[in-house]
């Protein structure tokens, strides 16, 4: 018999309240955490909802018709978000990536972008602004969303073969749109674009090939995603992860690759471009890339904190409990006190999962562990 599947939504739990303000804040972008590394990138999920339901990420038999999601008036307002966006780029972020659950089945997301495209980093720059998305509803809006500010998408794709993609949408949701949706984003100028495809052992590794060649030489890089173990509720089992070595030696029996150095700091994939005849990285033809969470971690330079839709900070995708921003923001805290309060919470941090993940005990590599849901913290 299989084991019952427990959903534990760590974030329907009172997440702690943020530690007490640093007394004096430090220098603009000095901000580092105990294992010194900087804020630069905030992700914010907008949504709980989804109009898929991947198995490895919101399995129908948890997120079914008597699941209840939060009522509005938990989310933070476009307001609220645009405020801590303000405060998390004083202390250093350059980066925002909006997701979900889906981020564009939230209403009116164009007036967020709007929002957010407002705010500016330390150095009077306009953010980063992107967004990882099923590709569902692009086609509709790839032209309003860049209208608003946006500047690039990531769009999840996990074959080319319906039948394979349906499996594991598990809506039925047809590839065709998906591609439909990855044009209208290019021809609205939404790029570079990125193509996320997570590979699961025994369900779709013989879609590898075919997305890789699809993408090739059209300027959309494809990334490989290792399944993950994250939430608490997708049945994650190491036998399931495909590891990216194994990945990158199926790429390059058919397509020469050569490594390319990493663009940014805390980058999460790692980069090969295709080679052209004299061996080279041939721009045109473009590039993967491997993110490989499971068996390479990159926790020593990373720089990401993620807004849950309801207002928690977490200082890591794996981590068990949130801190509360929402109840400073809705508790009339000041813009110093905020600031200080999230300061603190990253100069605590020492989170480091996917180094640790080999030497835990196997239940809590599992999900056993209490941990937040994708779908609340996003990608
Ligand atoms: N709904 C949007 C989407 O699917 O692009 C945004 C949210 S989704 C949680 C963000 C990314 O996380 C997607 O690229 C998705 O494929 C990936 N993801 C979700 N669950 C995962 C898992 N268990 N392992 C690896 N990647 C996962
Ligand atoms: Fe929805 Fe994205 Fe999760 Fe799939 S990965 S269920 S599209 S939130
Ligand atoms: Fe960052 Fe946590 Fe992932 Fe490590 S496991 S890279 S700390 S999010």
Known sequence: MGEPVIPIVNSRHKGLAAPAPLESLPAAGSLRDLRGRPLRDLR???????????????????????????????LL??????????????????????TGGEPLLRKNVEQ????????????????????????????????ALKAAGLSRVTV???GLDDEVFQRMNDVGFPVGEVLAGIEAARAAGLAPIKVNMVVKRGTNEHEILPMARHFRGTGIALRFIEFMDVGATNRWRMEQVLPSSE???????????????????????????YAGADGAHDPQLGEIGLISSVTRAFCGDCNRARLSTEGQV????????GYDLRALLRGGASDEQITGAIAAIWAGRSDRYSELRASLPPDDQAGGARRVEMSFIGG
């Open 44 to 74: 914010i999920s907008i949504t709980d909802r989804c109009n898929f339901r991947c198995t490895y990420c919101m399995p129908k038999e948890v997120f079914g018709s008597s699941y209840q999601y939060l009522p509005h008036a938990e």
């Open 77 to 98: 307002s476009f307001e609220e978000i645009t405020r801590l966006a303000r405060l998390f780029a004083a202390l250093g972020v350059h980066k925002l990536r909006l």
């Open 112 to 143: 967020l972008i709007e929002q957010l495209a407002g705010v500016r980093t330390l150095e009077g720059e306009p953010l980063d602004i992107t967004l990882t998305t099923n590709g569902a509803l692009l086609a509709r809006k790839a032209k």
């Open 156 to 158: 999840s794709l996990d």
């Open 247 to 273: 990945v990158l030696k199926l790429l390059q029996a058919e397509f020469p690759l050569v490594p390319l150095a990493h663009t940014a700091a805390g980058e999460t994939a790692e980069r090969w471009g």
């Open 314 to 321: 977490y200082l890591c995708l794996f981590a068990g409990q």
